[in-house]
Nanobody
Framework: QVQLVQSGGGSVQAGGSLRLSCAASGRTFSAYVMGWFRQAPGKERQFVASIRWNGIDARYTDSVKGRFTISRDDAKNTVYLQMNSLKPEDTAVYYC???????????????WGQGTQVTVSS
């Protein structure tokens, strides 16, 4: 069993930065592929980024490439999402997710965090 507890987020003006954290319980954190997703009001949840063990194979949705960075610290059982150059369209509830060995997707993620609101004003 893995529990994911998110922190960070909040409100920021366009062009600003925020960092999200997701701390996982459990002793096999390094075996999990971690991901970040977001859901804007009235829209479906969408993939944002994912990262494998030891920080390899980081992937991003096109709209955040060059602005967001996913990273993980396996010693701290924590994955991060650094969000720079934020835009109003980044406003959403952000969720972390975890899957053993395979990249999580919206319909296939074994564990989810509680979600955290990110609001970007113009």
């Amino acid at each position: 069993q893995v529990q994911l507890v998110q922190s960070g987020g909040g409100s920021v003006q366009a062009g600003g930065s925020l960092r999200l954290s997701c701390a996982a319980s459990g002793r096999t954190f390094s075996a999990y592929v971690m991901g970040w997703f977001r859901q804007a009001p009235g829209k479906e949840r969408q993939f944002v980024a994912s990262i494998r063990w030891n920080g390899i194979d980081a992937r991003y949705t096109d709209s955040v490439k060059g602005r967001f960075t996913i990273s993980r610290d396996d010693a701290k059982n924590t994955v991060y999402l650094q969000m720079n150059s934020l835009k109003p369209e980044d406003t959403a509830v952000y969720y972390c997710a975890a899957n053993p060995y395979i990249i999580p997707t919206v319909t296939r993620a074994q564990y989810w965090g509680q979600g955290t609101q990110v609001t970007v004003s113009s």
